[in-house]
């Protein structure tokens, strides 16, 4: 079975990454080169010359059009073959795939699967990454591990109490009660911790934004949206402060944006955002937020790469489950009715049909 | 076929090695971590959670006990879990295995397979390496072949003239004639060469010991026990002073102590040392001896790979076997031996009851 | 199937790479160890000892005769074992396998099929590489890829336009008309293009040779010689001169010569040179010549390991020919051909007899 879904919108770049010239990357397995067009919008095509399998990344983009770097064949941003070396006809089999793509709260999305069902409507909700009520920034990394490892990273976030603690990890989050549910594409854990010291990292912010030294309700909101988008609203209000009723009005909030890509069955692009609600013309803290958030999620890498590895050498191992992993059990019943759901009929590739022979 | 036996005590560790830390081993395709406790003996658990797989070794030890660098699951040094995060009921099925353990000759020694087997009479005997009537000390290596070929290397020290040439090798190891001899755990082969001039490590080291200069009585009596250890009587004194008749008073004498540990069917953990029983105070001495013999154990580490290397490149081939391959060939019937007897039924591990949720 | 014919001569070594030292080459997938004897001839052996399989070219050349490093079993250059340590018997299969040899226009050439096939009249003419009237010299490479990737290039030279822009493309190449022939173990693509501007390369070596400045006729005659063997006849003369027409004496002609040896599946050991009837004494043009080749050639080298490495992504893949495409799918029926008609029999290595126990 697929470790993932191919009918979905996955982000496959940061919107500043794609300029005019040609990228190679890897999503769901397919290999993909994409460019931005003279028009300013994407084109994502199968990253394989049809003729001798050279990827198209090692040519030559010029205008909307892509030349093969070996033998010269020439693609349109459909993927359509327009020019061959040596010969008038073209044959009407030549072109490459291409793909739906969208560009959103500065991530392309790309659909791997069935064209016909790529609707926009479905593209993850991540508007924090460009709304002017918010400021921020991200990276992508490439982690060497299944996608839904970092999944469950995020969907408890315990272990930040033992792989975070010397920034947000703290024994109240290890310790505190969390409600878990769930609708048809999405699964929230809920943890609010009330009146506590506030960690490194929030003791930090909050002083910084107001002022405010003393004990604080802490929140963290997790939104999983199948099959790999996590949303987080985290933050910290004055304890007693009214923010468990509502009123955050005196505290800090950001919202810890994660979609994470299938490349192959055991390594994923991890795209990331920190957006705040305070502060936000203050660009250095934007800065330092980001790479104070790189320096955590690099603390999880290391500890989800030795998983994947440990995965690797235990096949068929039966995972045993803790009451913390409710939210992740539910993301992966998500994901994996969505898997069950298309395996029933096969993905059909849309293929150019050819007008006119060039 | 499995390659090893695995109701037997393997070397793990040398004794300094294991500190108030978490140490990675892997012994017989078993990963393992392994720490000293407060009281100072030696505990070894399984290297994966029960819960997400993570490696113990990624975690922290405080004092006998190892939280999971993950989700902070405790382990106790029996591999029972006393703690889980965010609830109090612990899963009654929640440990890890440990090993038997035990510290002898310096060395840290583990037995992998069925624990109710395992016996610390049946740990070899290597005592030259702690007696006060001998000085010396050794390292570990890690070593890129089946374990069975260092065991070849050492039943047959023929390879001394063509791989040691410099050193301790010379025409006549290839020419002496040899016995050898077996009982059911042990073969042993013994080459005595007489009146011989002494190659340049011996020469030097009866000079320095006793100011003689001059033909030599030399001996190399190499006594395996079965499944992966080798002790080596060797030496040389005065020619006709009557060491082959059994007094070697004039003499001096080294033991160059191998036990080797499989990680798998191509890697090994190679632990040695060379005692001797002469100039015993001389720690200069012991150190020049101990790099003096790593670095004869290096060429032989480059040939063990590339032979390892080759038999990969020939799957099936079938080893022809000359005079001098007569103590290997028992060496390795007496393993084979070993590794059918308990090929009958399975190891059962070692589980830990609950007594009591915490 | 097998991808390569073993009854064929392959080059493995420049003439100036093999000397009276041990020299390690892997053709065919067979490991081989070859060295000049006493008397000049090349003797080329298996590199793997008869009694462990340690390979011979990590032991030591004494005359014409190999000493094993581990053991010392000593081999002439037939193959046969001559000495075994701490022993007079010598066991009669005792042996490791010979291969024919020959050395022709500066390349050592090996024959890994049937020996009693091995026909020295079957060696590729390539006598543009040490005939008096043709100056230059060439290379050896290591490609990761098919053999044939290698093949398919140079037969169908379009791709300069693309890969070698710089040098020797021109859009000329990728328009011009071409013709492509075979026999029973050639084909061959001829291609004129008259009366055009001559690229940067030629430009430059017709006005070094003659001082001509113009429009050229520029020709490519690519002849290939099963199975791995392609010389290329190339050059430009003044348009209208006479070239095409049979007179090339205004004109400056070079060959570039190619014989390409499988190691294995997928990587190649890729021959070359650059001859030239120009300039002969001009010892820096041949040194130009060959780094400016080097140069072209390592553009194509990472074409090709890209093209390897797209292939192996997708396996089973169905290639589509393009009309360029008529000289290499003449080329690969052609060596189709060769490996068709040995997989009726087995190969029969050669064993050398042992005429007396020494």
């Keep these: 079975m697929s470790t993932f879904p191919l009918n979905a919108w996955y982000a496959c770049a940061y919107d500043v990454e794609v300029k005019k010239e040609l990228l190679a990357r890897t999503v769901c397995k397919h290999k993909l080169v994409m460019y931005r067009k003279l028009d300013g919008t994407v084109a994502i095509l199968e990253d ?15 205008g909307d059009e ?18 061959m070396p040596s010969q008038e006809t073209i044959n009407p089999s030549a072109c490459v795939r291409s793909f739906p793509v969208a560009e959103k709260h500065r991530f392309v999305w ?29 990276k992508m990394i490439r982690v060497k591990c299944d996608y839904r490892l970092v999944l469950d990273n995020l969907m408890d976030l315990t272990h930040e109490t033992f ?43 909050i002083r910084h ?22 949303n987080i609203d985290v933050g910290v209000a004055p304890a007693g402060a009214g923010a468990p009723q509502g009123d955050r009005s005196r505290g800090v909030n950001g919202y810890v944006l994660n979609t994470i890509t299938p490349e192959s069955d055991t ?38 790469e030795a998983q994947q590895q440990a995965i690797d050498e235990h096949p068929g191992y039966s995972f045993y489950n803790l009451n913390i992993d409710a939210g992740s ?30």
């Design 48 to 62: 394989a010359c049809w003729h001798r399998l050279l990827p198209l990344s090692k040519g030559r983009l010029h």
């Design 66 to 83: 892509v030349t093969c770097g070996y033998h010269g064949l020439v693609y349109n941003s459909d993927g359509r073959c327009t020019r």
């Design 110 to 138: 790309v659909w791997p699967g069935d064209p016909a069902l790529a609707d926009a409507a479905l593209i993850p909700d991540m508007h924090w990454n460009d709304d002017p009520a918010w400021a921020g920034d991200g």
């Design 163 to 205: 792989v975070h603690g010397s920034s947000i990890g703290q024994q109240a989050v290890a310790e505190a009660p969390f409600v878990a549910t769930h609708g048809n594409r999405t699964a929230t854990v809920t943890r609010w911790m009330e009146g506590i010291e506030a960690p490194p990292f929030w003791a930090g912010q």
């Design 209 to 230: 934004a107001s002022g405010y030294e003393g004990a604080v309700d802490r929140w963290q909101i997790i939104r999983f949206e199948a099959p790999a988008t996590i």
């Design 267 to 304: 390594s994923c692009l991890y795209f990331w955002a920190f957006a705040r609600n305070y502060c936000l013309g203050e660009q250095r803290l934007t800065h330092e937020l980001r790479e104070g958030v790189a320096s955590i999620f690099g603390e999880d890498e290391l500890i989800l």
């Design 329 to 358: 059990m539910w993301m992966r019943k998500l994901i994996d009715r969505m898997i069950a759901a298309e395996s029933g009929g096969p993905v059909k590739p849309r293929v150019i049909p050819l007008r006119s022979a060039a």
